[in-house]
């Protein structure tokens, strides 16, 4: 199969980019060299098709990806199936299945059937989970079916801890937290047990050719990413992202699609470091990040902290911002908390653009203002990134009462600035 990639290089615009380019507001050829370069990604892979197919890359509208899945303790396919529902009405431009236990097969084809936008995997849950949980009993030869298995069946990016490799063990078990990630500490926890090479970057040039031949999309995952402030930008983190520069390079040279994988928990003041180090040693593949959380004292409020850190992310380097939903370190979420989580990450990601300076991204916010001088509640509600809690707000303490609706109840009518500027402008006229 040819690779929307290798498309690219061989400077052929094809369907798919022509579909993101006029949905991202751009030329053709921007889609087309950003892809060539590899500094963008259009994750599709020809088995599902997305309806609604998404570019990733610094040259375009910031994206969301929703995290879902059901775990070995709470959750089944059609709580899941409604939470990829919500996601999607909330605005998700990506999805995960991060899904364990057994049926994996099914729950994710239902998600493919259902997802409109690109879906993305983690390989190593299903292996493990096919071995009955015994991550020790896991082999390449495993991990190779899976990862053929899911390519086959539609998935369009996987993620794969190729780049923790078995040097970096000990940088992280000298860590305040260890290893966070769940991918990454099984992978560690093997090739510690076996005193072996991850097996993900021995059989790389297999794992080439099978996302090579259904345009899998890979995501090189940071198994190594901080669990903490105190962890934040040490040797282990650094370490694996030296490795997962090389694997960008050697994607691109197959014509395999690639984006790499972020921290994180990370102090504000550090942000700007990591993500410009990412896009110099990955060499600008587009940046996919977790959060990061800039403070860990705030369970119940995660999708605060690490939104606060993804505007800075995004502003400094990410191009893909993976939601945080309030349940973070405290379980799985709810229907409301993917919710709650898609719209604080899709506020962050606008948050970003703006301050980029991307083309029309303020062009919202100068209509709001405008409809907010006007007292107009219904355009107002309109714009809203959350149209119904907008409208639900307003309308559970509303100060008006029949057509009058030139105020709000937090100043009331005499005392609305917005009526007195009105004043001083028709005084001025």
Request: hydrophobic share 40%.
């Amino acid at each position: 199969m040819t690779t929307q990639l290798e498309y690219a290089k061989n400077r052929e615009i094809t369907p798919v980019m022509k579909t993101v380019a006029q949905a991202e507001g751009v030329a053709q050829e921007t889609v087309l060299d950003a892809v060539a370069s590899g500094r963008a990604v259009i994750p599709f892979n020809p088995a599902h098709a997305p309806r609604q197919p998404m570019v990733v890359g610094r040259p375009f509208r910031t994206k969301v990806n929703a995290n879902l899945g059901r775990s070995t303790e709470r959750s089944a396919e059609p709580e899941e199936l409604r939470k990829l529902d919500v996601a999607l009405k909330a605005g998700a431009d990506f999805v995960m299945d991060l899904s364990v236990g057994v049926d994996l097969t099914a729950i994710r084809q239902g998600m493919l059937d259902h997802s409109p936008v690109p879906l993305g995997t983690v390989p190593i849950y299903e292996a493990v989970s096919r071995l009955g949980g015994e991550s020790l009993k896991l082999t390449a030869q495993v991990l190779l079916e899976v990862i053929e298995d899911q390519a086959k069946q539609g998935v369009d990016f996987m993620t794969l801890h190729a780049g923790l490799l078995r040097r970096h063990v000990p940088l992280a078990l000298q860590r305040k937290m260890g290893i966070v990630s769940r991918g990454g500490a099984l992978m560690a926890e093997w090739m510690m047990k076996h005193k072996q090479e991850n097996p993900l970057f021995t059989h790389w040039p297999e794992i080439l050719a099978i996302c090579k031949a259904h345009d899998v999309t890979l995501s090189l995952g940071d198994g190594l990413r901080p669990g903490c402030l105190a962890d934040a930008s040490d040797a282990a983190q650094y370490g694996e992202l030296d490795v997962l520069g090389e694997l960008v390079h050697w994607c691109r040279r197959e014509g395999v699609q690639v984006m790499v994988e972020g921290p994180g928990h990370v102090p504000f003041n550090q942000i700007q470091e990591n993500m410009e180090r990412q896009q110099r040693v990955c060499d600008h593949a587009p940046f996919y990040v977790l959060g990061p959380v800039v403070t860990d004292i705030a369970p119940g409020y995660d999708h605060i902290t690490s939104a606060i850190g993804a505007t800075a992310a995004a502003v400094y380097g990410a191009s893909l911002l993976c939601y945080v939903t309030p349940a973070e370190h405290l379980g799985l979420p709810t229907e409301e908390e993917v919710h709650q989580g898609v719209i604080a990450y899709r506020i962050a990601a606008h948050a970003a653009d703006v301050a980029r300076g991307l083309p029309g991204a303020r062009a919202a916010d100068d209509a709001m203002a405008e409809a907010r001088m006007a007292f107009n509640w219904e355009r107002q509600f309109a714009l809203s990134i959350d149209p119904v809690r907008a409208r639900a707000r307003y309308e559970q303490t509303r100060a008006c009462d029949g057509q009058e609706t030139d105020h709000c109840s937090m100043c009331g009518r005499d005392f609305c600035a917005i009526r007195t500027s009105k004043r001083i402008h028709d005084q001025a006229d």
